[in-house]
């Protein structure tokens, strides 16, 4: 199983672009590279999904460059309900299972 | 469409009872997922199940945790014996039957708490 590393906490203010990239260096050919957002006691939720180059939805964007080694999660103009955990997953997405990483703490502040 | 549902929210037991956590899928969801997240820690796989069948359970450990998912009613996960250690939230999630995409739905959780 691919080994995700990402930052533990990052700093924000309302209004500004976030960008958290996760390295995955051993990420094999079938595995897609998925986020969740988790708030404090509450489950994990979808954010976007990618393989490869650059997937947008209503919430996030995931850039994916071409050797697949790394992602970043752009989050743009971020409130202060964007406080939350963002665990970057690698993997086969026929396996079943999520394996989650520490994660990065994102602090959004007034 | 309801989503996935967890019970009870809140679970306190003494050392050596047992803890029985509930989960509903989503309808139409027959994979359910259950993992373990001890504070400050990310989630832990423990068990993949579809109705009737465990799929995958190496993240279970093994003794004293069982799960099913019977024909009809919800997901069960069961610890015996309890310990101060089984204290953690324990979420289910669930996904439709052959999903292409690795995206679960999760419940809002169990928080067991171990005395």
């Known amino acids: 199983l691919a080994k995700t590393t990402q930052p533990i906490s990052m700093d924000s203010y309302e209004g500004q672009e976030v960008n958290i990239t996760c390295s995955h260096n051993?990420?094999?050919?079938?595995?897609?590279i998925t986020w969740y957002q988790q708030f404090p006691s509450q489950g994990p939720r979808f954010i976007i999904q990618g393989y490869k180059t650059k997937v947008t939805n209503e919430v996030a964007s995931l850039f994916i460059p071409a050797d697949r080694k790394s992602s970043t999660l752009s989050l743009p103009r971020v409130s202060l309900s964007d406080t939350a955990v963002y665990y970057c997953?690698?993997?086969?997405?026929?396996?079943?299972?999520?394996?989650f990483g520490q994660g990065t703490t994102l602090q959004v502040k007034p | 469409n309801a989503g996935v549902m967890q019970n009870p929210r809140h679970l306190v037991r003494r050392r050596g009872q047992e803890a029985r956590l509930r989960c509903s899928p989503m309808?139409?969801?027959?994979?359910v997922y259950w993992y373990r997240q001890l504070p400050e820690e990310g989630l832990k796989f423990m068990v993949y199940l579809q109705k009737e069948n465990i799929i995958d359970e190496s993240g279970m450990p093994k003794e004293r945790f069982s799960a099913e998912f019977p024909k009809e009613g919800p997901s069960i996960l069961r610890i015996q014996q309890v310990v101060r250690g089984d204290s953690a939230a324990y979420f289910c999630?669930?996904?439709?039957?052959?999903?292409?995409?690795?995206?679960?739905?999760f419940g809002p959780g169990t928080r067991l708490t171990v005395l």
């Open positions: 999630a669930s996904s439709p039957q052959g999903a292409v995409y690795n995206e679960q739905f």
């Open positions: 997953l690698v993997g086969d997405p026929l396996a079943g299972k999520l394996i």
């Open positions: 051993n990420i094999a050919t079938n595995d897609y």
């Open positions: 309808k139409g969801h027959s994979h």
